[in-house]
């Protein structure tokens, strides 16, 4: 009798995608890939690099959309996994109270310092807004949400009526009812929505995901303020800035703010078992879940599963015992310091945003001297573009272009990387950006070359 064989699968599907393999999947994300120059196999991964088919290095300042903290194949992750497959320890018994979930219940509130408050296991950064927005409904009685404009708060259907992009709510509605959006940073804004109490809960991103953006100085604070006086629950989205990526366990503290509910995810997943949390204080959660009839009021089949809570137990053992908060504030300035000149910041940066290694470099679109034949204006999505697949194609950098059209470049690499590749990724772009300047080589090849393979109705969708 055979076994499972994961090279054969590997060996016959592993190759360069056909049509008839995107087809299984979605075949549009295909023509994305081959828009912006990712249509390639990667077949290794090893903390921060990642190899491809031909065995070239390329240095992953993506990092799986901020969730690989740890890097890729860590040992420690391996070996946890290892363990508990090896321990065939049974698990969603659904009626138990789960020991590595005590356990890592535990840990996660001892490292970000709020040991008083519960946790709720889910499975996604996307869940634990679905379930902070049900927590709160019920804690409250009231019915509404309010959220910035540029918000970004995960794509399923709760989380979704947060989010501040209007191209990504087209074609879901209606959302879920009762959601406001107020301009980012309006306090008197703010005030209004929330002064009719009919707000269970207020969402914020210390930094915004998309683009980068900063709250101003003590903002945050007056925010929460605002939300004790009319009764209104803050809740952190800290899916992307959360434990260490900012340079912090927890970025919402470096604004001086103890929000009531907490979201997790990404980086506790060690990009590896997904897994997510929230933390929240005690009294709302023992609102919700306040009787035996109501203990089970929301719940989900996998959470809690024990490859879920090894691979988190695990990820806070690396963060701390690397020391990782504390290098990524370090490299994060070493990379905005990189690119910075004696009268500020160098040509074709307009500003550098974000804390420890959550980085957004705006672009100047301007100060590019290229024009495309047929293509009409320098767009900043264009712009952008031409910056991440420069920095692929030339020096084995993977960066992203933030939204729809943003001139954002977005850098979120592992917080394992060393200060090497800290200098890499600030003098790979520099280098890109001076020959975007000049207006010709290899830059712009490449960018023609990547607008030759996409339909004209592609093109006007995605780049201007």
Same mark, same amino acid.
């Given at each position: 009798?055979?076994?499972?064989?994961?090279?054969?699968?590997?060996?016959?599907?592993?190759?360069?995608?056909? *049509?008839?393999?995107?087809?299984?999947?979605?075949? @549009? #994300?295909? %023509?994305?890939?081959?828009?912006?120059?990712?249509?390639?196999?990667?077949?290794?991964?090893?903390?921060?690099?990642?190899?491809?088919?031909?065995?070239?290095?390329?240095?992953?300042? =993506?990092?799986?959309?901020?969730?690989? *903290?740890?890097?890729?194949?860590?040992?420690?992750?391996?070996?946890?996994?290892?363990?508990?497959?090896?321990?065939?320890?049974?698990?969603?018994?659904?009626?138990?109270?789960?020991?590595?979930?005590?356990?890592? &219940?535990?840990?996660?509130?001892?490292?970000?310092? @709020?040991?008083?408050?519960?946790?709720?296991?889910?499975?996604?950064?996307?869940?634990?807004?679905?379930? &902070?927005?049900?927590?709160?409904?019920? &804690?409250?009685?009231?019915?509404?949400?309010?959220?910035?404009?540029?918000?970004?708060?995960?794509?399923?259907?709760? !989380?979704?009526?947060?989010?501040?992009?209007?191209?990504?709510?087209?074609?879901?509605?209606?959302?879920?009812?009762?959601?406001?959006?107020?301009? #980012?940073?309006?306090?008197?804004?703010?005030?209004?929505?929330?002064?009719?109490?009919?707000?269970?809960?207020?969402?914020?991103?210390?930094?915004?995901?998309?683009?980068?953006?900063?709250?101003?100085?003590?903002?945050?604070?007056?925010?929460?303020?605002?939300?004790?006086?009319?009764?209104?629950?803050?809740?952190?989205?800290?899916?992307?800035?959360?434990?260490?990526?900012?340079?912090?366990?927890?970025?919402?503290?470096?604004?001086?703010?103890?929000?009531?509910?907490?979201?997790?995810?990404?980086?506790?997943?060690?990009?590896?078992?997904?897994?997510?949390?929230? =933390?929240?204080?005690?009294?709302?959660? %023992?609102?919700?879940?306040?009787?035996?009839?109501?203990?089970?009021?929301?719940?989900?089949?996998?959470?809690?599963?024990?490859? *879920?809570?090894?691979?988190?137990?695990?990820?806070?053992?690396?963060?701390?015992?690397?020391?990782?908060?504390?290098?990524? &504030?370090?490299?994060?300035?070493?990379?905005?310091?990189?690119?910075?000149?004696?009268?500020?910041?160098?040509?074709?940066? @307009?500003?550098?945003?974000?804390?420890?290694?959550?980085?957004?470099?705006?672009?100047?679109? $301007?100060?590019?001297?290229?024009?495309?034949?047929? #293509?009409?204006?320098?767009?900043?999505?264009?712009?952008?573009?031409?910056?991440?697949?420069?920095?692929?194609?030339?020096?084995?950098?993977?960066?992203?272009?933030?939204?729809?059209?943003?001139?954002?470049?977005? =850098?979120?690499?592992?917080?394992?990387?060393?200060?090497?590749?800290?200098?890499?990724?600030? %003098?790979?772009?520099?280098?890109?950006? $001076?020959?975007?300047?000049?207006?010709?080589?290899?830059?712009?090849?490449?960018?023609?070359?990547?607008?030759? @393979? !996409?339909?004209?109705?592609?093109?006007?969708?995605?780049?201007?």
């Amino acid at each position: 009798m055979g076994g499972f064989d994961l090279q054969s699968i590997i060996d016959a599907y592993g190759g360069k995608p056909t *049509a008839q393999d995107v087809a299984h999947l979605n075949p @549009r #994300f295909h %023509d994305l890939l081959r828009l912006t120059g990712l249509d390639r196999r990667f077949v290794e991964g090893h903390g921060p690099w990642l190899i491809d088919d031909s065995g070239r290095r390329h240095l992953d300042a =993506i990092g799986g959309y901020a969730c690989l *903290a740890v890097g890729r194949n860590h040992p420690v992750i391996r070996q946890a996994l290892e363990q508990v497959l090896a321990a065939g320890l049974p698990g969603l018994i659904q009626f138990e109270v789960p020991p590595l979930a005590v356990a890592l &219940a535990d840990r996660l509130k001892r490292f970000v310092d @709020r040991t008083e408050d519960r946790v709720f296991f889910v499975n996604s950064g996307t869940e634990s807004v679905e379930a &902070a927005m049900k927590i709160c409904r019920a &804690a409250t009685g009231r019915p509404g949400f309010a959220h910035w404009s540029n918000a970004f708060h995960g794509l399923t259907m709760g !989380a979704l009526s947060l989010n501040g992009s209007e191209w990504l709510r087209r074609g879901f509605r209606p959302l879920v009812p009762g959601c406001r959006e107020v301009p #980012f940073g309006d306090l008197k804004a703010l005030r209004t929505t929330l002064e009719d109490r009919s707000i269970a809960a207020f969402f914020y991103e210390p930094i915004q995901g998309k683009g980068v953006v900063e709250h101003e100085s003590g903002l945050l604070q007056e925010v929460a303020e605002i939300c004790r006086q009319t009764g209104t629950l803050l809740v952190a989205d800290e899916v992307q800035t959360g434990l260490g990526r900012t340079g912090a366990t927890l970025a919402s503290r470096q604004e001086g703010v103890e929000p009531d509910l907490v979201c997790l995810s990404k980086v506790l997943s060690a990009g590896t078992v997904p897994v997510g949390a929230v =933390i929240g204080r005690t009294e709302i959660f %023992d609102r919700v879940f306040d009787s035996v009839e109501r203990s089970v009021v929301h719940s989900s089949t996998f959470r809690e599963n024990p490859l *879920a809570m090894v691979t988190g137990l695990a990820t806070l053992q690396v963060l701390e015992d690397e020391d990782l908060v504390r290098r990524s &504030a370090e490299l994060g300035r070493r990379i905005t310091a990189g690119l910075k000149t004696d009268s500020g910041w160098a040509t074709g940066i @307009r500003e550098v945003r974000g804390r420890g290694l959550m980085i957004g470099v705006e672009l100047d679109p $301007a100060a590019m001297a290229f024009d495309l034949p047929g #293509f009409g204006a320098r767009t900043p999505t264009l712009v952008a573009q031409a910056v991440a697949l420069r920095m692929l194609e030339t020096h084995a950098i993977l960066v992203q272009s933030t939204a729809k059209s943003s001139s954002v470049i977005k =850098i979120v690499p592992p917080l394992v990387i060393g200060e090497s590749e800290a200098d890499l990724i600030a %003098d790979a772009l520099l280098e890109t950006l $001076a020959e975007l300047g000049r207006g010709r080589g290899a830059a712009i090849r490449g960018l023609i070359d990547m607008l030759s @393979r !996409a339909p004209d109705v592609v093109l006007r969708e995605t780049f201007r």
